[in-house]
């Protein structure tokens, strides 16, 4: 192993734990809000951020250019996609979430619907979190990080015995940051990280552009272009893995889930200093995402041009990283990747904390206890949920390929219809509580059954579009035979200041304009093509 990689890694990773450390020293971690919302203080920037880190992880690196490898850039709609659901995030979830004053997402859902429907969602939210989040994010860092730094030949270890030290090394650290650092911990880790992942992510296709095109980056395009002009086409086909008309349907409404409903994820935004912080950091995000394609998917495409089609899609973009990036800058590449699986893994661990803390112990076992008490017993419990993703992470090696796509499935449980439940909360006033119920109820066995018994031959984000309207007019129809009985009303409980960002709707528009014109440059009638 090169000492400068080693070194190069050593340094990056240590300057990201000091600069944290230094930042967040004087942080109130004994408050509800101080731990789990980072004291409801963080800036726009910090918000992007950690948006994009908590998001970001090596079964995107990995899964999405082993998808551009053996498939087209039509992959893009998970990132591109992203754009539009963030917009409506800003213009219309946010401010309704900090007026509110909630700290998890469930908590709305106990004032709109009742306290079992906040339960039934917090559940379905660990669910996700505990066996379809925190130990894929382990494995896949493990498996990345032991192909960057050879751990089982530096250890004369076996595959799986290297992946438990690596996969150890990674949560551990990461559960320092969650667990005794609180959100702006991992917050301000992230940012910095963030920079990082850019420069690093981005070096890897201008680079490989460069290498292929013998020289010139402006040549490596070109001979994409001429030698694979299909893997440009973001339209793809039937056969895609993502048909463009899932854009519409189910792409939509996860993407949607995702960024506007999943606890790790909003909580970054809810915990904004005021709601003009808030939007502004979320549209930041959206504008970011359209970057993703350029080093999330062309690095596989890279792949295919200057390895040719033997490779297992998974090891495209390991192998196009050793190959062209110079030694020196392998450990700096390492320590980015690093920080982006920490980003995740940690971000994941402290909502999943902060769901059991507020929404399980404090009203089952503790409804008095102190917020010092409840912090406490959150942190138990972190450390708890972290040793059991350590312990199955490497088991995950078992499971096929098509890793990133399984994840999707199988977050489809859970993801869009919770989103259902929480949109028609948000947009009715008269729909009660045992419609969110039976909602849920329809959707997920509905769900299993195209999944796991009956192959419809449907896409299965189509599925979950088709049974989004399905569900949405279930509620509605309840909401007319058995209403509430009074209307429901959002009551003003805003911490912050409410006054949105002037700048919102000519900034969220513009992105949503670029999305749209990135996709006519990478379509059939556009220019690229």
């Given at each position: 192993?090169?000492?400068?990689?080693?070194?190069?890694?050593?340094?990056?990773?240590?300057?990201?734990?000091?600069?944290?450390?230094?930042?967040?020293?004087?942080?109130?971690?004994?408050?509800?809000?101080?731990?789990?919302?980072?004291?409801?203080?963080?800036?726009?920037?910090?918000?992007?951020?950690?948006?994009?880190?908590?998001?970001?992880?090596?079964?995107?690196?990995?899964?999405?250019?082993?998808?551009?490898?053996?498939?087209?850039?039509?992959?893009?709609?998970?990132?591109?996609?992203?754009?539009?659901?963030?917009?409506?995030?800003?213009?219309?979830?946010?401010?309704?979430?900090?007026?509110?004053?909630?700290?998890?997402?469930?908590?709305?859902?106990?004032?709109?619907?009742?306290?079992?429907?906040?339960?039934?969602?917090?559940?379905?939210?660990?669910?996700?979190?505990?066996?379809?989040?925190?130990?894929?994010?382990?494995?896949?860092?493990?498996?990345?990080?032991?192909?960057?730094?050879?751990?089982?030949?530096?250890?004369?270890?076996?595959?799986?015995?290297?992946?438990?030290?690596?996969?150890?090394?990674?949560?551990?650290?990461?559960?320092?940051?969650?667990?005794?650092?609180?959100?702006?911990?991992?917050?301000?880790?992230?940012?910095?990280?963030?920079?990082?992942?850019?420069?690093?992510?981005?070096?890897?296709?201008?680079?490989?552009?460069?290498?292929?095109?013998?020289?010139?980056?402006?040549?490596?395009?070109?001979?994409?272009?001429?030698?694979?002009?299909?893997?440009?086409?973001?339209?793809?086909?039937?056969?895609?893995?993502?048909?463009?008309?899932?854009?519409?349907?189910?792409?939509?409404?996860?993407?949607?889930?995702?960024?506007?409903?999943?606890?790790?994820?909003?909580?970054?935004?809810?915990?904004?200093?005021n709601l003009k912080e808030g939007q502004k950091g979320v549209l930041i995000a959206a504008f970011?995402?359209?970057?993703?394609?350029?080093?999330?998917?062309?690095?596989?495409?890279?792949?295919?041009?200057?390895?040719?089609?033997?490779?297992?899609?998974?090891?495209?973009?390991?192998?196009?990283?050793?190959?062209?990036?110079?030694?020196?800058?392998?450990?700096?590449?390492?320590?980015?990747?690093?920080?982006?699986?920490?980003?995740?893994?940690?971000?994941?661990?402290?909502?999943?904390?902060?769901?059991?803390?507020?929404?399980?112990?404090?009203?089952?076992?503790?409804?008095?206890?102190?917020?010092?008490?409840?912090?406490?017993?959150?942190?138990?419990?972190?450390?708890?949920?972290?040793?059991?993703?350590?312990?199955?992470?490497?088991?995950?090696?078992?499971?096929?390929?098509?890793?990133?796509?399984?994840?999707?499935?199988?977050?489809?449980?859970?993801?869009?219809?919770?989103?259902?439940?929480?949109?028609?909360?948000?947009?009715?006033?008269?729909?009660?509580?045992?419609?969110?119920?039976?909602?849920?109820?329809?959707?997920?066995s509905t769900y299993a059954m195209t999944q796991l018994v009956w192959d419809t031959g449907i896409?299965?984000?189509?599925?979950?579009?088709?049974?989004?309207?399905?569900?949405?007019?279930?509620?509605?129809?309840?909401?007319?035979?058995?209403?509430?009985?009074?209307?429901?009303?959002?009551?003003?409980?805003?911490?912050?200041?409410?006054?949105?960002?002037?700048?919102?709707?000519?900034?969220?528009?513009?992105?949503?304009?670029?999305?749209?014109?990135?996709?006519?440059?990478?379509?059939?009638?556009?220019?690229?093509?």
């Open positions: 192993m090169n000492i400068f990689t080693i070194g190069s890694f050593l340094f990056f990773t240590g300057m990201v734990a000091l600069i944290s450390y230094l930042f967040t020293r004087k942080e109130n971690l004994e408050t509800q809000d101080g731990y789990f919302l980072g004291g409801r203080s963080l800036g726009a920037w910090v918000i992007a951020g950690s948006l994009m880190l908590t998001n970001l992880s090596t079964e995107q690196l990995v899964g999405l250019n082993a998808q551009g490898y053996s498939d087209t850039i039509a992959v893009m709609g998970w990132e591109v996609g992203s754009a539009i659901s963030l917009v409506i995030v800003a213009f219309f979830l946010l401010p309704r979430y900090l007026k509110g004053g909630i700290t998890t997402i469930p908590d709305f859902l106990e004032e709109r619907y009742d306290f079992g429907t906040k339960q039934i969602v917090t559940i379905l939210f660990l669910f996700g979190y505990v066996f379809n989040l925190l130990p894929p994010i382990l494995y896949s860092g493990a498996v990345a990080l032991n192909g960057l730094f050879e751990i089982p030949e530096m250890l004369g270890l076996g595959r799986i015995a290297s992946l438990y030290v690596t996969v150890f090394a990674i949560g551990i650290i990461g559960a320092i940051y969650a667990i005794f650092g609180g959100l702006k911990a991992v917050a301000v880790s992230d940012t910095i990280n963030g920079i990082g992942l850019l420069i690093g992510g981005l070096m890897i296709p201008i680079i490989g552009l460069y290498v292929l095109g013998d020289g010139s980056i402006f040549s490596g395009f070109n001979t994409i272009v001429e030698n694979s002009p299909e893997k440009l086409n973001s339209v793809g086909d039937e056969n895609s893995p993502v048909p463009f008309g899932t854009m519409f349907t189910g792409m939509l409404l996860v993407n949607l889930f995702y960024w506007g409903t999943a606890q790790h994820i909003m909580q970054r935004a809810i915990a904004a200093k970011l995402k359209l970057l993703g394609p350029v080093f999330l998917i062309l690095p596989g495409i890279i792949a295919y041009n200057m390895f040719g089609p033997g490779l297992e899609p998974t090891d495209a973009y390991p192998r196009l990283v050793t190959e062209v990036l110079p030694k020196p800058l392998v450990g700096f590449f390492a320590a980015v990747l690093f920080g982006a699986i920490l980003s995740s893994f940690n971000s994941a661990l402290n909502s999943s904390v902060t769901l059991i803390a507020l929404n399980i112990y404090k009203p089952y076992f503790n409804p008095k206890a102190p917020d010092r008490v409840v912090v406490r017993k959150g942190k138990f419990v972190g450390i708890i949920l972290a040793l059991f993703a350590m312990c199955i992470a490497p088991l995950i090696d078992k499971v096929p390929q098509g890793f990133f796509q399984y994840l999707q499935i199988v977050n489809g449980f859970y993801n869009v219809p919770i989103f259902t439940i929480l949109i028609v909360g948000y947009l009715t006033k008269r729909v009660p509580s045992i419609a969110a119920k039976i909602a849920l109820f329809v959707f997920i896409h299965f984000l189509h599925i979950l579009g088709i049974l989004f309207v399905a569900c949405t007019t279930l509620m509605l129809v309840i909401g007319k035979i058995a209403p509430r009985d009074k209307d429901f009303e959002l009551e003003e409980n805003a911490k912050v200041d409410m006054s949105p960002w002037k700048l919102l709707y000519p900034v969220g528009i513009a992105a949503s304009v670029a999305m749209i014109v990135i996709y006519i440059l990478l379509s059939p009638i556009g220019i690229i093509s």
